[in-house]
């Protein structure tokens, strides 16, 4: 079955997908994939906890460069693509204080042969 044939203003989905489908929902409000993917970061996030809908830069896309090499990547196709960026964390990270630092597995053991 071609996705477009269900996909495209579902007034009724074909009996085959409503009998194998479980639990499935449309959202006519979420107009991009950034928006699913939003979603599914909120998803990750429960249950209880509250996320930004947007994200931390709103609707603006980002990209982020762990190491040196990447910064100058991102630095070379900006050039290449005549875009311009805001740096909005222009450091190296840190460790946030939850974050566990001791190993929650039991330290080595020797036996009687010293193995």
Sequence with gaps: MRAKEF???IKKLPSTVRSAGVKGR???NMDSFYDLY????????????K???TGP??????????????????????????LS??????????EL??????SPTANKKKNKYGV
């Design 38 to 49: 939003r979603m599914g970061m909120s998803m990750a996030n429960q249950p209880g906890n």
């Design 85 to 94: 960026s805001k740096i909005i964390v222009g450091r190296s990270s840190d």
């Design 51 to 53: 996320t930004h809908p």
């Design 97 to 102: 204080a939850d974050t566990n630092t001791k």
């Design 26 to 28: 449309t959202y006519k």
């Design 57 to 82: 830069s709103g609707d603006s896309p980002t990209i982020w460069a762990y190491t040196d090499a990447e910064e100058d990547i991102i630095k070379s196709a900006e050039k290449n693509q005549k």
């Design 7 to 9: 996909i495209t203003e």
